[in-house]
């Protein structure tokens, strides 16, 4: 990790592979100027009704964080598509984001904040009680999502809590991501706030990040 850089000529980017890749990326890309990652496991959902009916519809996720220097941020991706392919299905998704919506929901309290901006996709991520994510990817589904990934958020000790928005993040919660076609954000972004809106006992937070360049989307 670097110890100095410039946080406004920074940009974060997301890689999402199939469970036993992220060693891999995370070595390919220390060869980069990158200034930091971490990684961590999730599980994806596949919009596919065959492997629904044999039970495997969950797939194991590993997603690398990577912040790295603002003009090499497109480099790094297309090597990182180059070397693992991603422009072959199932093989994975990269993309850089930046924060441009915050919606949550805490005790009843809700509070939205917006910018505009032109942009092809959106990443869309929902903290909710642990047991309500598979109802986010619902939601999500009916306003037009092909899927998502769930999470399970940990603190970092007893009694130690991480926070994302000032929202304390305790081992009993889940994160949801879904990348989504920007024209369909609103429409999935509605979706779940119905559902923290009708369900009095599912708090959340759902915020959007816009994604500057993605590689390994494909339209259905």
């Known amino acids: ?9 920074t940009e974060l980017l997301q890689v999402i592979v ?8 995370t070595k390919f890309a220390k060869k980069f100027d990158i200034i930091g990652s971490s990684l961590t496991y999730a599980r994806g959902t596949v919009n596919n009704k065959i492997m629904e009916y044999l039970g495997i519809s969950d797939t194991l996720k590993e997603i690398i964080y990577l912040v790295v220097p603002s003009n090499k941020a497109k480099e790094i991706m297309i090597e990182l598509s180059r070397k693992f392919k991603f422009d072959k299905p199932n093989c994975g998704i990269v993309f850089s984001t930046k924060i441009t919506h915050i919606s949550c929901k805490i005790d009843g309290e809700r509070n939205v904040e917006r910018e505009e901006d032109e942009h092809m996709y959106d990443l869309i991520t929902t903290v909710v ?3 309500n994510g598979e109802d986010v990817i619902s939601a999500a589904k ?3 999502s092909n899927g998502g990934t769930i999470m399970n958020a940990r603190g970092s000790g ?8 000032s ?8 994160i949801v991501i879904i990348l989504s076609k920007s024209d369909k954000t609103d429409s999935i972004v509605s979706s779940i706030n119905k559902l923290l809106e009708d369900e009095s006992e599912c708090n959340g ?12 989307m494909y339209e259905k």
């Open 205 to 216: 937070i759902v915020y959007v990040q816009e994604v500057s360049k993605a590689y390994g």
């Open 158 to 165: 007893i009694g130690v809590t991480s926070k994302v928005f």
């Open 18 to 25: 199939n469970y036993g890749m992220g060693a891999k990326v």
């Open 1 to 9: 990790m670097k110890s100095k850089f410039d946080l406004c000529n």
């Open 167 to 174: 929202v304390e993040i305790e081992p009993e919660r889940e």
């Open 142 to 144: 009916k306003g037009g």
């Open 129 to 131: 009680d642990r047991g």
